[in-house]
């Protein structure tokens, strides 16, 4: 895909301007470009770029996507199988195929597409390097020695983010996920299509996952951050077991993902922050995406709100940003935080109810397929039984890939 091109008219203030171009941001900048407010978008990387991720789109993501983007879905899962620490294997049935696997730099590039055709401006290949707010104006300066000025900035720049650090986010939990990306031939490819595995592993909180995309697969490993030699080595263990260690990988790579602390600021004075930017990361899962493409969309309207407004009302735009957040976010990240407690204590437990307890996966199957949310399976009666189970169960010693005990989060 050729890049979008920059329009020519480069007004003095511009009313938006979004840092970063992934689902957060790309979805922000088509929104403040859509209500008619001068938007720029900057991105650092040269689009398309790849982006470590299973690339899953659960039902919540796909009802967030703008109608009729034009995106190409590798394979749609309709089964998953679940294991625990490479035992136990289930598969169970989705009510129907919901899981879209997708390749990220695809469907980054057909979000910053539409963003473009929405009139906003878009510059890739261009860092931002850091920002100042002054008399109701926000400076945004690059690593090509640009300091564009705009009324709201929106830092959608991922879990690395400097907009993050200048807005004061703090996470709970920050994971560390190592992920291949493994051409199959056609014999694995018929094994794994139509069906996502999900193996709950040995250390604390950690998955493995195997994504199918047609001739390719996405796999990986995530846990605590802080423990990279274990999760290697559960990573290698895992490829070996899934018989995807032969073909060279087509990437290998690492990336962070980070859940906020539920008091964590959303926004600095003209300044918000959405998706990984805002640690907006499901705890359990690590899904993000969804929590991307809800609060790009919140904060491009409220930073088009944010560019018209002075003094306090902007204030209170920024205000209703968070709150918007919290309301609809925040409390599925409640929820899976809660989870994730019961999970890391207890992975047996989590994996014996969805596996054996028929309501339990069809809770899980309506998630998937975006008809309830993580809240939703926490506040049921199921859910309740499940973690107050859960608190009666004494924390295991958990085993390591390297041999060594660690307990339980
Ligand atoms: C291994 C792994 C697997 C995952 N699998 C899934 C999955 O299957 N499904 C799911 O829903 N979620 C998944 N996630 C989470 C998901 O990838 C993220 O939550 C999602 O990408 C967040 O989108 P975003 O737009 O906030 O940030 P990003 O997608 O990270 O986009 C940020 C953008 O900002 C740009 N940028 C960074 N710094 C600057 C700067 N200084 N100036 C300008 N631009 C900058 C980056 O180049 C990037 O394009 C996974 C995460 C990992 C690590």
Redesign the pocket.
Known sequence: MPPPVSSARTPAVRDVIV???????ATAARVAAESGRRTLL????VIP?Y????????GA?LAALPPGLPLKVYDTAGRFTFALDGRKERTLICSSPTVALVYRSEL?AALTEAAAAAGAEVQDD???TGLEEEDGIVTVRTNRGDAFRARSVVG???????VSRYVGVECAQVDL?L?VEVPVDERAAGRWRGRVLMEWGPLPGSFGWV?PKGDVCTA?V?AARGNPVALRAYKDDFLRRQGLVGPRPLHDTG?L?RCRRPDSPLARGRVLV????AAL?DHWS???????LRSGDLAGRAAARIADAAGAEATAAADRYARQVEEVLGAEMRASDSLMRLFSRNPGLVHTALTRVPAMWRRLDAYVAGRTSVAGIMTSPLGRTAVALGDRVPLGRQRTPAGETTSAR
């Open positions: 840092v970063g171009a992934g689902p957060a941001g900057l991105e650092r990387a770029r982006k470590t991720c299973g690339g899953g789109l659960i993501a980054d261009t860092a931002v959608a720049d991922g879990s690395a983010s400097r996920a992920e994504f990986g995530v990336h993902t959405a998706g990984d930017a990361v690590r899904e993000g995406i969804s929590y991307a």
